[in-house]
Every structure is written in C-alpha cells, then in structure tokens.
C-alpha cells in the first residue's frame, strides 16, 4: 500500500514516542497515551496517569455555547506538533491488578492534530478523503510501478544480511480526473481499498506543491459541488519531491451524523459524457471551476455549507431550507447596487398618490382607531413585490425562465417553514415540489457561476438534461 494511502494514526503515539507539554487539561505525567480513531472515525485521545493525577475537566456552564480553542504542543523521535481542540470525554481511576496501584484513564475527543516531520521543502500534498461516487467510470490514467528489495538484518560477529530481490509490478487503471486550479495542478482519484476501514467509497486529492489549508478547503468544495455529494475529509499528508513525508495533518471528519453517507450524488448539471456513467472531464472541470472563481463573491462557502444540511435534512424540512437558500441568493443580488431588478409593485411615485387616496377613504370607516393604524400601516408597505414575482424578475435577468411547475412549487414552499401540515394524499405532491425547488436552486447557482449550459431534471422520470434556460415542461 502507497504511504499517502494509510492513516498516519495507526500506532503514531506509540511509534513516535510522542510525548505532551503541560496543561492544565491533561494529567501532570502520562505513563502511556493512545491517539487513534474510533468507529465514527472521531479522532480520540486516551492518556494513562497515576490515580493521584487526576486532570479536572473544563467546567462549562450549562447551555454556554462556545468555540473549543484550546491547543497543546506535543513532542517526538523524529518532529514536533500540535493537538488542536480537546475536550476531555472521560476519566476512569480503578486498580489495574488486586496488588498494584491504582490509574487513571483519560480519553479526551480531538478535533485535528498537526505533526512535521521536518522542514523540507514541501513538494507535493494529499488530501485523504472519502464518500467519492463510486459509480462512475473515470477517463484519466493512474500508473503504479514498484520495485526494490527487502533487507534483514542480524547484529553480531560476524553480522548478518539477508537480501530479497522484490518482484517488479506495473499496472495502470483509469481511476482520476485531472485539473488547474489557479497555480496548481489537482488530481482527484478514487481507491479500492480504505486506508480508514469503516470508511465508504475512499479516494485522495493530489495537489502540486503546498496549497494553504483554505485554498485545497475551497477546491474540495468545488469538486463537492460539480459531483453533487460531500466529500469527506479525513487529513492531508506533505512529501518532498522522492516520496518522503514532511509532515501531515488529521481531522475529525464532518459527517452530518453519519448521514452524509447516505447522500446519492446528483450533480445540478450534466458531468458524464451522452448521459452514460463515464465521466466528462471537460464538463466536470467547467462546474468545479466555475464554483472555484465565484467561492468569495458569492459566499459559495456558506452555500455549500448549508446545502449539505438541507440535503440530510427530513423530508418535511428539505423546501423551508432550498426556498430560504433561493432568496438568500436572490435577496443578494437584487440588492447590489447595480441592479436593475424592481422591488416594487408599481412605480414609487403612483403607489405615493394611491396611499393617499386609500388612507381618506379608510379615516372615514367606521372602524376601531386601533385597526385603522394597523392597516394604514399595512397600505405604506404594500407596494413590496411579493417573492415569488421578485423571482419572476430574477430569474429573467440570469436568462431563465419559470414555468407553471416552478411557480407552483415557489407558491407552497412556505409550508415546511411555517409548521402547516401536509394532507396525506398531499406526500406525493410535496416531495415532488421539493424536487423543482432544488433544481430552481440549481439552475440560479450553475448561471451564477456560469458552471453549464445544462441542468439536470431530476423532476421529470428519467432525469434528462435540458437547456439551463428552458423550464420543465408540466408533461415530462
């Protein structure tokens, strides 16, 4: 197994000899610690201490919520690094044996450690992730070529060597796709076997040189994004230019709960070539590339963000969160200053002359004062262009074009979000309408970004592609 294809926690405290500075948060002396993942992949953190250094916990108030900062420096053989974000689980003091004294156990959960093995020069970085769609054929070639030798060796008069001639393999399997994001060339494949066994569908991401942390964050979304699932990240190892390690950092993976896993890939435009499983690399690289461009000015990291959420989310919850995404989106961009999108019903200055004729004929009702304030102050605001016209006008300035099914579905989308409830004949119809809002969400984003010409329906049977400005037609 390549070395950027194993977990660098296997045995790291125990290899490494890694040893903890002071903190308050840790026991004084440890006798024995053990870094490793466990079966939801959290990174944990297990210390052995005397009973008598027992490590208080950090005492946290009730119901404060806060951001876990803390950071301790840790030492070993061969480098130096960092455990960031721990926060203590558990501590468990008990005899080990009838006759010995007792210890204390202290497992704390970890949100990253940071670990350089020197300060090489660093030529190249892999990301290791997973949750890669496994059902598409890749274009691009992965060659792997291995030869050498395996060398025992006995200390002693007279020494001892025992050389073993390795056997030469070559191979090659069609199993990545190729890219430049800015100064970098970007590899993303996928792998048979998991360096973290309970992960599913495992793959890594080669970077030219050392992109900053936020910078491979940004291109992991991107390609997130233009394979229409959520790429999950485990850590990232740096090599000098020969295959040696530089150094590597280990995350605590977002999963969602473990329901990230679940996520079927389903890409708002088309990524395969004549809607086969095999991957287009052209039309692959313009969505990444298109989110890639447009990440800052868009705020494409909040939206990725809570499109993950939306897509986990419950049935009944998933058109509160797309319509809110949509008119985050259309809110933002009608209010930029150079916009040419009207917020009104009609002109300013005739609903100025209509608002005083409406409120002379309202002082002469025979109405409660009360009432009449409340509904003069309804008649000023009244002239605000109700959403779905505002995105009506929106969609026309992107080119796009809303249709009965759209409209439709934009009218009920406030149901989820203020609590009405379905009738149960009315399931069907509501999942139905939740489809159209993600493509509506989809098709402002891939125009936005100008990431296709095409969506995907994936309203209609059969999810075929159409003309990112046509509306799906009410027959499929």
């Not at 150079?338 to 200055?349: G, L, R, Y």
Request: charged share 25%; net charge positive.
């Amino acid at each position: 197994m390549e070395i950027w294809n194993s977990d660098p926690l296997n045995e790291f405290a125990s290899k490494l000899a890694i040893v903890l500075s002071e903190n308050e948060e840790l026991p004084k002396k440890t006798n024995g610690l053990e870094i490793a993942r466990d079966e939801d992949f959290k990174i944990q953190m297990i210390a052995h201490s005397h009973a008598r250094d027992r490590p208080e916990g950090r005492k946290i108030a009730l119901g404060l919520v806060y951001r876990l900062e803390n950071s301790v420096e840790i030492s070993g053989y061969t480098g130096s690094g960092m455990i960031r974000g721990f926060s203590q689980t558990s501590a468990i003091t008990k005899a080990m044996s009838p006759n010995q004294d007792t210890a204390t156990t202290t497992t704390y959960s970890v949100a990253a450690i940071e670990y350089t093995f020197s300060k090489s020069a660093i030529d190249y970085t892999i990301d290791q992730i997973a949750n890669l769609p496994e059902h598409y054929h890749w274009t691009d070639i992965c060659e792997s070529k291995q030869s050498g030798e395996h060398e025992i060796n006995f200390p002693g008069d007279p020494p001892i060597a025992i050389k073993t001639k390795l056997p030469s393999t070559e191979n090659f399997t069609r199993s990545c796709a190729r890219f430049n994001f800015g100064s970098h060339t970007v590899i993303i494949s996928s792998i048979k076997n998991s360096y973290i066994p309970q992960s599913k569908r495992p793959g890594y991401i080669y970077y030219s040189g050392n992109p900053g942390k936020a910078t491979r964050e940004k291109i992991r979304a991107s390609l997130s994004f233009a394979f229409g699932s959520p790429l999950i990240y485990f850590g990232s190892k740096f090599f000098k230019e020969q295959g040696g390690i530089v150094g590597f950092e280990s995350v605590t993976p977002s999963t969602f709960g473990g329901r990230a896993w679940d996520i079927v890939s389903q890409p708002f435009s088309p990524i395969t070539t004549n809607r086969s499983n095999i991957l287009d690399n052209a039309l692959l690289r313009k969505a990444a590339l298109g989110f890639y461009k447009h990440y800052e000015p868009l705020n494409l990291q909040n939206f990725i963000f809570r499109l993950w959420h939306a897509e986990v989310s419950p049935p009944y919850m998933k058109p509160a969160y797309y319509g809110a995404m949509i008119e985050t989106i259309q809110n933002r961009e009608i209010g930029k200053a150079d916009s040419t999108i009207s917020h009104t019903i009609i002109e300013k200055a005739k609903y100025r002359a209509s608002i005083k004729l409406l409120s002379r004929f309202l002082q002469k009702q025979e109405i409660s004062p009360d009432a009449k304030e409340l509904l003069l102050q309804k008649i000023q605001s009244g002239n605000m262009a109700p959403q779905r016209i505002l995105a009506e006008r929106f969609y026309k300035t992107l080119g796009l074009s809303l249709g009965i099914l759209e409209k439709r579905a934009w009218d009920k989308r406030n149901n989820a979000a203020h609590g009405k409830e379905e009738a149960d004949d009315s399931v069907i119809e509501s999942i139905r309408s939740t489809k159209i809002l993600r493509i509506i969400l989809g098709r402002i984003v891939i125009s936005l970004i100008d990431g296709s010409d095409k969506y995907i329906d994936y309203y209609t049977l059969g999810h075929p592609e159409r003309n990112l400005r046509d509306s799906i037609p009410e027959k499929g």
